[in-house]
């Protein structure tokens, strides 16, 4: 049964997507804060329950499925897309926006669907929601990344598919609810989710592809697959103890690569991969307040990430450069950018009254409570790698460092007010840290302004700040490119094919000579066929249907004879 | 008796009578009115015929109250409620789309003809579908076919006369195999009537003459039903035919015949004789294969839109009878089901495509062929028209969240049940053909930019498009929501199988 009253707030914003392109003008960007506003209060006026029920072939589906921690995430993506929209509004290409929004609705679709099918649908939706927003750039290496993108997302999909078929044909149940890793399907289902996540080794993926998109579509393509990914995690891997190792790799992964990379947006790219890692590692531990603390990291991350992909955004459409060699001394001319930049940069390095201060410190806490000495170690000095690597060395290079000369204005109102909207929430999620505990799907019994968190996390910040300033000559980065393990398939694949094509070169060149030669033939067999006279288009004479019609009479006939 | 009882009689009579009063007036728009509102009211009478035999069971309608086996009976069980459905259904979308395109295809002075004509064609397809009495099946079939032949020919290019004319010929060796079969079985058992003759026959059911007719109804049959490679007569049909026509026949008039196959081998012979006695699942079996592949094969190559979605339609045959020859109640509700999601489909990609030869035709011109050269960068200029085809077409290839989708996982789920793994990936496969030539469309239409003398191509109007789209909207409906489609082909299915056993 569909029950009237609830509206799927996925499909208002899929629907808005679709109307998006009608509508020009005044009505357009009225269109583009109310589609989402509306998902956004749509969200929070759903009951819990299973909404919607439908049955498709055999089973019953849930398309609208709502608890805590789904409608948490919904909202977040909701306000994501509105916050993203209102930043976007000046963006010129037709096709991106739309494309977002249909991005951000299919995430919204995962994270509200009730059983698996449904959670499939909207993931391949959305692979092909965010890919639309790389293409829509429309440089040639935008194109080329699009494709690399989709290609890593549909075998994802296609294991994903895989998984849930085995799952299905296993336990004969559609819900989607917590499995464990025990049979090859559930594995099949956890590669599948770990892929959008960025794991290794497909982490790549995401720093190769997402600073391609447009200074606004990198923002939406930071909030949502690698969080729906977290969701789906949250939601059906809860303390699978390989996601620990598993974050803590992506980690120190993001971590290294980031401090070794000069494209700024590609910091910042690998810094999600970084952050994705806490909230992977706090699933892996899988205790209440993990798991809280997985979600709530969540929420800040989107919240200061999309903050300072927006800056980053700003930057980049006032001065059309990207690495940071080539930037410095912005904030003469950009002060507010400045200013929200580095409140991003202090969120996500968990400055204390900031948000990412009260989410990522829950993580912490929830491995010291397990007694899990290594992980909070690993947490720890890998809350000092990303202040080094985003908190300092993203508004450092950028806004202050030396002076490149460079004298932009600020950006258009429209993002300035994205920025500020994203910069106040950070602060406040900071400092009133009780509304975002109340929405966390367990009950939270955790204190993060006690003296002893505030003055570690102060000591940790400042000495990894000073290391910083130490270290300096050496951050410095030139304009070089850093080899990932995407060399893998971008320049190996290729490379590894040359040497064996060139051993092989004769055989594979008599071969050659042969399939061209067959290949020709084949091809002038079927173009002879083309002809209106040829087997493929002629009209056949009557004549020659009737001769058909006997053979098969005397087919059936002698065939019943011999029976 | 109130006049609900009268409901099968009158699914046959109103259309039946629509045809000759549409001829008397002589009037085109009057005949437009009235066959239309017969094809209204056959369609409102299926569904009352369905609903009621969802919910008390199987009909049996005894013509001018002669009981059986003596008179005439009409029997409407689960099957029958299903297709009479889709075949009214069909009709009822396409004579109101059809007002607009036969106005360019179709000389003014014959409009009238043209709607007594399909007046006819429809009542003979229904009346095929309601009867329970064999030599009735017969003459039904010849009523529709003459219907059909006339209709086709009417096409403005020469070709369609040719086209129809081999029809003719073919279609009447097929009718007189079937007529030839039915004469052994009367022979034979002394009966006419379906359901008697089924009792009858297990007394002899071996015997050379039951054989010999069922090889003459399984041919004869077949050709009716476009089985490869007795489909040669169909590609030409459908190409040069008027484009309601060849969406009303893609939809209606092969799936009809593949009712009466079912009907005669479940329903009359047996499920016993015809799955298990004889190698008749492998030969059919084989036959399907060939379909799958050789047909779609050659649609790829076809350069004229309309012959390309003519092969096609062998191609997806291919699935319907590859289903039977399962003898499963998997295998028979997959072929009943893609009766109603190929259907469906195809006549909305063929009113589609009738929209887009009206679009490309210049008013007082012969229509212009949908070929390929011309159809460049056709996105640009028809969007609705070129979406439309290029989602029915995403459920002939069966994308999941299309109908497509759901009759082959019915036929893939039936391979299993059996255990043939490689049937599975024979289907998978020649799925891939069907990609490949939906694929063509898209290439053409979408990626290749448009020649510069083509301005004046404009978007179908809403009156061609309306219809249409709804019925690109069912090709989606039906692939999410099954209850209709999968419940109805499933209870149907089993109904069969009970009978036969």
């Known amino acids: ?563 | 008796m109130s006049l609900s009882a009268h409901l099968p009689v009158l699914q046959v009579v109103l259309p039946l009578v629509s045809a000759p009063i549409a001829v008397l007036f002589r009037h085109g728009g009057f005949a437009a009115g009235i066959v239309t509102g017969g094809a209204w009211a056959a369609f409102a009478t299926a569904i009352g015929l369905w609903l009621h035999v969802a919910e008390f069971g199987t009909i049996s309608y005894h013509m001018g109250n002669w009981a059986p086996p003596w008179g005439i009976e009409y029997r409407v069980d689960r099957l029958t409620s299903f297709v009479l459905l889709l075949v009214s259904g069909t009709a009822a979308v396409v004579l109101p789309w059809s007002r607009a395109s036969i106005d360019r295809e179709i000389p003014e002075e014959l409009h009238y003809l043209y709607y007594a004509m399909f007046g006819l064609c429809l009542a003979g397809l229904l009346g095929i579908t309601v009867t329970g009495d064999a030599f009735n099946i017969f003459v039904f079939l010849e009523i529709s076919s003459l219907a059909t032949y006339v209709l086709i020919a009417m096409g403005r290019n020469r070709r369609a006369l040719a086209a129809a004319y081999r029809y003719l010929i073919m279609g009447s060796i097929g009718a007189t195999f079937i007529v030839i079969g039915i004469g052994f079985l009367y022979l034979m058992t002394g009966t006419l009537n379906l359901a008697d003759m089924a009792v009858r026959l297990r007394a002899v059911e071996n015997s050379r003459p039951v054989l010999v007719a069922l090889a003459f109804l399984t041919v004869g049959i077949s050709l009716k039903l476009a089985l490869f490679p007795l489909h040669q007569w169909l590609p030409n049909a459908y190409t040069y035919a008027p484009s309601a026509v060849t969406a009303f026949l893609a939809a209606t008039a092969t799936k009809v015949s593949v009712y009466v196959l079912i009907r005669f081998y479940y329903s009359v012979f047996g499920e016993s004789l015809v799955f298990e006695q004889l190698p008749l699942p492998q030969f059919m079996l084989a036959l399907s294969l060939l379909a799958m592949f050789a047909a779609s094969f050659i649609a790829i190559f076809q350069d004229n839109l309309k012959r390309l979605f003519a092969y096609s339609s062998v191609g997806q045959i291919g699935y319907i009878t590859l289903g039977l020859s399962f003898g499963s109640l998997t295998g028979l509700t997959g072929s009943i089901v893609h009766l109603l999601n190929h259907g469906v489909a195809k006549a909305a990609i063929f009113l589609l495509i009738g929209g887009l030869v009206l679009g490309m035709t210049k008013p007082g011109t012969v229509t212009a062929e949908p070929s390929f050269d011309r159809l460049a960068g056709l996105s640009k200029r028809m969007p609705y028209t070129s979406f439309g085809i290029v989602i029915a077409g995403l459920s002939l290839i069966g994308v999941p969240g299309t109908a497509g989708f759901i009759s082959k996982w019915h036929l893939i789920l039936a391979a299993l049940e059996q255990d043939q793994f490689w049937l599975v990936a024979a289907i998978v496969v020649s799925s891939l053909l069907a990609v490949a030539y939906v694929w063509r469309f898209v290439e053409v239409a979408y990626f290749t930019p448009p020649p510069e003398d083509s301005t004046s191509v404009q978007e179908a109007p809403l009156s061609l498009l309306v219809p249409a789209w709804l019925l690109v909207t069912a090709t989606i409906w039906f692939g999410f929501d099954t209850t209709f489609s999968v419940g109805s082909a499933s209870d149907a299915a089993q109904q069969l199988l009970k009978a036969a056993q």
């Open chain 1, 1 to 563: 049964m569909i029950s009237a009253f609830a509206l799927h707030p996925a499909l208002i914003l899929i629907a808005g997507a679709f109307l998006l392109p009608l509508l020009k003008g005044q009505m357009r960007n009225m269109a583009v804060l109310a589609i989402p506003a509306t998902t956004l209060v749509s969200v929070f006026l759903l009951p819990d329950g299973k909404l919607w029920e439908t049955s498709w072939l055999d089973y019953t589906l849930a398309p609208l499925a709502v608890d805590q921690l789904s409608r948490l995430f919904a909202g977040i993506f909701a306000l994501m897309a509105l916050a993203g929209g209102l930043f976007a509004l000046h963006q010129q290409n037709r096709l991106e926006m739309p494309a977002a929004y249909l991005y951000a609705g299919s995430a919204i679709g995962v994270v509200l669907a009730g059983d698996l099918i449904t959670v499939f649908v909207f993931w391949e939706l959305m692979a092909i929601g965010s890919t639309l927003i790389i293409w829509s750039t429309g440089t040639p290496s935008a194109w080329a990344a699009s494709r690399r993108y989709l290609t890593v997302h549909l075998a994802g999909g296609v294991i994903l598919f895989a998984g849930i078929t085995g799952h299905i044909i296993e336990t004969g149940n559609v819900g989607f609810s917590a499995m464990q890793a025990n049979s090859i399907a559930n594995w099949l289902i956890l590669i599948g989710f770990l892929i959008n996540a960025g794991a290794p080794p497909f982490s790549a993926w995401l720093p190769d592809a997402y600073p391609e998109a447009s200074w606004s579509g990198m923002v939406f393509l930071s909030a949502f697959t690698t969080k729906t990914a977290v969701y789906v995690l949250l939601r059906g891997f809860p303390g699978t103890e390989i996601l620990i190792w598993i974050g803590i790799f992506m980690i120190f992964y993001g971590i290294v690569y980031a401090l070794l990379e000069n494209d700024m947006r590609r910091i910042l790219a690998y810094s999600i991969v970084n952050q994705v890692g806490f909230m992977i590692t706090g699933i892996g531990i899988g205790t209440e307040m993990a798991l809280n603390g997985a979600a709530a990291h969540a929420v800040s991350h989107i919240i200061y990430k999309a903050l300072l992909l927006m800056t980053a955004g700003a930057v980049l459409v006032a001065t059309n450069r990207r690495k940071c060699s080539e930037l410095g001394g912005l904030f003469h001319s950009m002060p507010l950018t400045t200013l929200c930049a580095c409140i991003g940069a202090l969120a996500i390095s968990s400055f204390p009254l900031t948000s990412g201060f009260i989410s990522k410190s829950m993580v912490s806490q929830a491995a010291i409570d397990g007694h899990m000495q290594t992980v909070w170690l690993f947490l720890t000095a890998a809350s000092a790698g990303v202040f080094l690597h985003a908190g300092i060395k993203f508004p450092w290079f950028v806004f202050f460092q030396k002076d490149s000369g460079l004298r932009p204005a600020e950006p258009p109102l429209s993002m300035r007010f994205g920025m500020v909207l994203f910069a106040i929430l950070c602060v406040a999620i900071g400092l009133w840290p009780d509304f975002l505990y109340a929405m966390l799907p367990y009950a939270v019994v955790y204190v993060p302004y006690t003296a002893a968190h505030v003055v570690t996390q102060l000591q940790l910040l400042l000495f990894s700040g000073l290391a910083f300033f130490v270290m300096l000559n050496y951050l410095k980065r030139t304009p070089t490119i850093t080899l990932d393990a995407d060399w893998l398939w971008r320049a190996s694949g290729p490379a590894a094919g040359r040497t064996i094509a060139s051993a092989l070169q004769i055989s594979l060149a008599c071969m050659r000579k042969g399939f061209a030669a067959a290949n020709v033939m084949l091809s002038a067999a079927i173009n002879r066929q083309r002809l209106p006279d040829g087997f493929l288009l002629r009209s056949w004479p009557s004549a020659n249907m009737s001769l058909w019609v006997m053979v098969m009479l005397l087919s059936y006939l002698a065939l019943y004879y011999l029976e």
